[in-house]
């Protein structure tokens, strides 16, 4: 295994529902002393053999860990735990190497005792700091990264939060500020607009946005196209990211996505 991943193992000290469709798993051990105080927003990455197992002894003398990113959604370094949440997939209980799903699978089943080692944390970038108004899309994969942003707003703040969520239960508790409103994207999303759409509905404010996007690949580029041709959309002053795509797993997604970002021009 590669030295620079200096991977931590932790345990499972809980696992529950915190909405119909996202699954949380309480992790603890000693190695949270290794952890930075300021975790909670940060990603990971949680570390499965080729095939699919958590147990790392039986990689072979350089073999890579199988990763896959997922967000630290609460991190509390006097009772020595952190929170990880889960999007549920959908794809039933099986998971094969084909079809991936090891970490859904995995946290899933998990139970308290299991262990798993990870790699990180390291930062997500945050909103730009100097901004008329803010502008925050993204799906579940999103929602731990966006409750923590969407806290430090401050009370003068303006614009929206537009969110992909699997039904009207998943709606996370947000104490947005008077001026920012939520827009919901649930119910059949076979016929709702999809969430570029809703985006694009949107009445463009003036002045300077601060745009924070993350969603899966094909939904995260039709954002960007609208983006880039509204006024003082500035590229660089953004974070939007594709966190995962569909019918591929994050392997062949990661590849996609440097290809992506190496031919976008916007
Ligand atoms: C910076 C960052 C932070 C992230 N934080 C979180 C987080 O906190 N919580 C979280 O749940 N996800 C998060 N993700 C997304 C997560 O990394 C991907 O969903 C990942 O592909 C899941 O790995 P897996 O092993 O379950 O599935 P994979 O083996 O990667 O994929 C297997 C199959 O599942 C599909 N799939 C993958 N993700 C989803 C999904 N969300 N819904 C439906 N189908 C899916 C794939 O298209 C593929 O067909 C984050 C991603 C990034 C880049």
């Given at each position: 295994m590669q030295k620079r991943l200096q991977p931590k193992t932790f345990t499972v000290s809980e696992t529950f529902d915190i909405s119909p469709n996202m699954r949380r798993i309480v992790l603890t051990g000693e190695?949270?002393?290794?952890?930075?105080?300021?975790?909670?927003?940060q990603y990971v990455k949680l570390l499965f053999t080729?095939?699919?197992?958590?147990?790392?002894?039986?990689?072979?003398?350089g073999q890579r860990p199988v990763m896959r990113t997922f967000t630290i959604s609460e991190f509390d370094a006097v009772q020595g735990r952190f929170s990880i949440d889960f999007v549920k997939h959908h794809h039933g209980d099986t998971v094969d190497q084909m079809q991936g799903g090891y970490a859904s699978h995995w946290a899933m089943q998990t139970q308290a005792g299991d262990q798993i080692s990870i790699g990180g944390p390291n930062t997500i970038q945050g909103l730009a700091?100097?901004?008329?108004w803010v502008l925050i899309i993204g799906d579940m994969t999103a929602l731990p990264s966006i409750q923590l942003k969407t806290a430090s707003l401050p009370a003068e703040a303006r614009g929206y939060v537009v969110l992909d969520l699997h039904?009207?239960?998943?709606?996370p508790a947000l104490n947005l500020p008077a001026g920012v409103e939520l827009i919901l994207r649930t119910g059949d999303l076979q016929t709702a607009p999809s969430l570029a759409e809703r985006v694009a509905s949107l009445p463009w404010l003036t002045g300077k946005p601060a745009i924070w996007c993350a969603c899966e690949f094909s939904n995260m580029r039709a954002i960007r196209q609208h983006l880039s041709?509204?006024?003082?959309?500035?590229r660089k002053a953004c974070y939007i990211s594709s966190y995962w795509k569909a019918g591929v797993t994050e392997d062949g997604h990661k590849v996609i996505k440097r290809d992506d970002q190496e031919n976008y021009s916007g």
């Open positions: 190695d949270i002393r290794q952890l930075p105080a300021d975790s909670a927003g080729p095939e699919g197992s958590t147990d790392l002894s039986t990689l072979t003398e700091e100097d901004y008329d039904s009207d239960a998943d709606r041709q509204q006024p003082e959309f500035d």
